[in-house]
């Protein structure tokens, strides 16, 4: 999904997760009295992650290395993800925060608009750095300041067509470049998968 403080709306809650899954790193809780070996419940062959954690050998006392495994691999496909995404973005000349600002205005549905204000509260933005971000997103074409219909002295922002077919043209790339997490696992897996990191969120969100 980092500093951005995003409110919880849905296109919110996935930029806060990439943002945070790619930069930080979650503390792992010690919640096992001895060093167990990374389990072994399928077939799969072991990765990088296994064979790191067992090169650690008996020097993380206390530490669950399942759970250290889990959070190794969560942080390494978000930097991935996000290294990706990074790419896609820049083949538009868009940083992630324009990106997801854009995103704001596409899925807060017809028409497509909001207030400078309720973007900046957004993005956490004050509403000096939000005018800088409109002025070059406008320069581009991708959105446009309108009079607000209801009070003739305020401004709306509106996503523009070009505004529209970047971001959604952006949405398909990366959708494409994730791919991989679904093409890893069956159609049941990947449902299975999802309840599984659900349960995780929530509970870490609560902690």
Same mark, same amino acid.
């Given at each position: ?5 995003f409110r919880f709306d849905i296109l919110d809650i996935e930029l806060l997760l990439i943002e945070s899954l790619g930069r930080n790193k979650f503390d792992v809780k010690r919640n096992s009295e001895q060093n167990q070996p990374v389990s072994k419940r399928d077939s ?58 854009? /995103? +704001? ?7 497509? =608009? ?5 973007? %900046?509260?957004?993005?956490? @933005? &004050? ?35 070009? /505004? +529209? ?7 398909? =790339? ?5 791919? %991989?997490?679904?093409?890893? @696992? &069956? ?21």
């Amino acid at each position: 999904m980092h500093a951005a403080s995003f409110r919880f709306d849905i296109l919110d809650i996935e930029l806060l997760l990439i943002e945070s899954l790619g930069r930080n790193k979650f503390d792992v809780k010690r919640n096992s009295e001895q060093n167990q070996p990374v389990s072994k419940r399928d077939s799969t062959e072991p990765d990088w992650v296994d064979r790191m954690i067992e090169s650690w050998g008996g020097e993380l006392p206390g530490i669950d290395l399942d759970v250290e495994g889990a959070v190794e691999r969560i942080n390494w496909i978000s930097r991935n993800i996000r290294r990706r995404m990074d790419e896609t973005l820049a083949e538009h000349d868009l940083s992630f925060e324009e990106w997801g600002l854009l /995103g +704001h205005l596409k899925l807060s549905g017809p028409p497509y =608009a909001s207030t400078p204000g309720k973007l %900046a509260e957004k993005q956490d @933005l &004050s509403s000096g750095a939000m005018t800088n971000r409109l002025d070059r997103l406008e320069e581009d074409g991708l959105i446009k300041r309108v009079p607000d219909p209801k009070d003739r002295r305020s401004l709306k922002v509106e996503l523009t067509k070009k /505004g +529209h077919k970047v971001w959604l043209t952006t949405v398909h =790339a990366q959708a494409a470049k994730e791919a %991989a997490i679904g093409a890893a @696992l &069956s159609k049941k897996e990947l449902e299975e998968f999802n309840v599984l990191l659900r349960k995780v969120l929530q509970k870490f969100v609560e902690s």
